[in-house]
């Protein structure tokens, strides 16, 4: 334990300017240290043993940090070694706490165009990366955006969510799972474990209503059976490459952007077939859909731009757009969409054939619902398939065909 030094008054430790170490009393260890010229600054340096070693701690600048001020910073550091703690390691501790504290800095929406930026490669479109980035610029970057990702809790969360859930609840559930996916993505990046205030299950299903009990799902508009013939008629009267996108849809019931992205290329004339590559199917699997002699007619009457290989080219070149077949519907006057037509063919399948629920499903690239079934089944019933496609054709073409 070092000898304790007289204790000097503010005054004389002003005085001091010799070059050296300066004892001033007061607590054990305490010094002034003076810098010879031409510096000659003068800082706090507590010399203290810390497991049988010598250590020097600085505690700051002199006149910034006062007598009074360095005596108790003194008698603090010697209290922590008396209590087994090595000041030096723990100030080093700390600053170490600071800058990882500042490097998990990270706002909300920093967050979410980074976590967008890494998954868009793996998403199928372009339109799955704008739905994100437009659900969340609308509803959550106005409001939590700029809030660090550490700071968001439940209450920030159902700030977000609760005044859509019941007006827009499929897009307030889609929102929400978007929170959580960013929010756990943000927290694994830094490394912060906790759990997900965004979650669902157990957490925000004990705050808000089910989305089903809130908001039934809207089914899309779908033709009737009865009016399907004469639609096909009113479908061949318009001239435009939109009504014949829309017709091979509904004779191949595929999905509308399936058909407005096809290309030369996918087709199989000779064997009448159109391959949809697994990259361009929901359900990510390549899907063989077999053409009718009403679906070969319509791909050989329609026209070709010259250095484009899509099959349903726009005014400009390059795919129709998403709402290029809705407006045929629309001109016509048919209260329908696209995508209903589907349905129309699954009622079809169901009232007016004998063929089985799986060869159905199959025709609409459906995924098998039991695990077990789908891990067994190889083919793709396509045979089976090309007969309920040419009478699906002649249904459709029933009207057209007595005229």
Known sequence: MPRVAKTLTALEVNRLSAPGLHAVGGVSGLYLRVMPPPSASRSWILRINIAGARRDIGLGGYPQVSIAQAR????VKRQLVSDGIDPIVEKRAAESARRAATTKKMTFAEAADRYIAIQEPGWRNAKHAWQWRNSLDKYVIPNIGRLDVGDIGITQVLSVLEPIWQTITETASRVRGRIELILAWA?????????????WRGHLDTQLPRPSKVARPKHHKALSLAEMPLFITCLRDQDSMAARALEFAILTAARSGEVRHATCGELDLDAKVWKIPADRMKGGREHRVPLSDAAMALLRSTPRMEGDDVIFQSPRSGP????????????????????????TFRDWCAEHTNVSREVAEMALAHAIGNEVEAAYRRGDLFEKRRVLMDEWAGFCEHDDRRR
């Open 72 to 75: 108790e910073a003194a008698r």
């Open 187 to 199: 927290d694994k990046r830094v490394e912060r474990e906790r759990l997900n205030p965004a979650r």
């Open 320 to 343: 129709l757009n998403d709402s290029a077949l809705l407006g045929v519907c629309r001109r016509i006057g048919a209260d329908c969409v696209p995508h209903g037509f589907r349905s």
